[in-house]
């Protein structure tokens, strides 16, 4: 399974590549300047190899078993197996080492008979924090340290005037920190677009609920945690039981946005069960090299249509060489 993945992270590393190089071309905000950024703000020569950004995570495998009745819906021949090897990751957000932090990742990369491969990126929020490379660029960019200090001055005052900023720090606080991998949602943020069995394209986002409910520590239990304490419990709590989560598309209605990732939809959404995710195994951390890039889709899935996209699978690209 690993070598049939690695050939996937190549295929998508030159993919990313070649859509990087249009990028330097055309826009004054690219990949190799919000690569540039991450470095200043998360750099440690100590650990030159490790990843930029979601630094901390581990690795685990599972099986993905599609809906007997997804197909009658989606035309999706990666959904056709039975059952498709999963490669999960789970991280933290940012360059953030401690676990006891609100923001969460979590990749699922299935591996299908045919050499198909669906790398699914996602976080524990509904919406991104930008909407704009510009604002992508600003928001890190903002938290830069100058002179060895940050300006938490400026970074008020620039939030408070950034409506997708304001608007993620509201969402967020609304999001507690979890007790585990096993209690906690992920989501696309991205709207992709999937074809219909009548052909028609159909505009949704994904998410992965988990079984065990989503679950938060309060204020007291997070302080008698460890800085790492979601690898250890993972790992207590395999051993005893497989992890699982239901994916299920959310179809947009015909006014919501779907080239925002800022945008919240709200209100009742017609949803597709797509399958169950089962999470059975650690597998150390030796998946922290890799690279995954959403842009890594099958047959029948095709990319969103907002600013950010193809941005992160540029940038991905670009981190991933400069750490080798």
């Given at each position: 399974m690993r070598n049939k993945i690695g050939f996937s992270l190549i295929h998508g590393l030159?993919?990313?590549?070649?859509?990087?190089?249009?990028a330097l071309l055309a826009?004054?905000?690219?990949?190799?300047k919000i690569a540039d950024t991450f470095y200043k703000l998360n750099y440690n020569p100590k650990t030159p190899h490790m990843k930029i950004n979601h630094t901390k995570g581990f690795c685990s495998i599972g099986q993905f078993k599609p809906n007997s009745?997804?197909?009658?819906?989606?035309?999706?021949?990666?959904?056709?197996?039975?059952?498709?090897?999963a490669l999960v990751r789970y991280s933290l957000g940012g360059a953030e080492m401690d676990d006891r932090s609100k923001g969460r990742g979590m990749v699922v990369r299935l591996q299908g008979e045919d050499g198909a491969t669906w790398t699914m990126v996602m976080l524990n929020s509904e919406i991104n924090f930008a909407r704009t490379p510009e604002e992508f660029l600003k928001f890190f960019e903002m938290k830069i340290p100058v002179n060895g200090k940050v300006d938490m001055q400026?970074?008020?005052?620039?939030?408070?005037?950034?409506?997708?900023?304001?608007n993620f720090?509201?969402?967020?606080k609304n999001v507690g920190i979890s007790k585990s991998v096993a209690n906690t949602a992920y989501y696309s943020v991205h709207t992709f677009w999937f074809e219909g069995k009548d052909g028609k394209q159909i505009a949704a986002r994904?998410?992965?609920?988990?079984?065990d409910g989503v679950k938060y520590l309060s204020d007291s239990e997070v302080k008698k945690q460890s800085k790492d304490?979601?690898?250890?419990?993972?790992?207590?709590?395999?051993?005893?039981?497989?992890?699982?989560?239901k994916m299920y598309l959310v179809l947009a209605n015909p006014n919501d946005p779907t080239n925002d990732t800022t945008a919240l939809w709200s209100g009742k959404h017609q949803e597709i069960f797509v399958g169950d995710l089962s999470v059975d195994s650690y597998d150390g951390l030796s998946c922290n090299g890799d690279v995954f890039f959403p842009?890594?889709?099958?047959?029948?899935?095709?990319p969103p249509k907002d600013p950010i996209f193809e941005l992160r699978n540029e940038t991905y690209g670009i981190t991933f060489g400069r750490r080798q």
């Open positions: 030159i993919a990313g590549s070649m859509f990087f190089c249009g826009d004054e905000v690219n990949a190799e009745k997804v197909l009658e819906r989606l035309n999706i021949k990666l959904l056709s197996q039975k059952e498709i090897p400026k970074i008020k005052e620039i939030t408070e005037s950034t409506p997708s900023f304001k720090n509201a969402y967020m994904w998410k992965f609920v988990p079984t304490f979601l690898e250890s419990e993972f790992k207590a709590r395999v051993a005893k039981k497989p992890i699982g989560y842009n890594d889709l099958p047959s029948g899935i095709n």
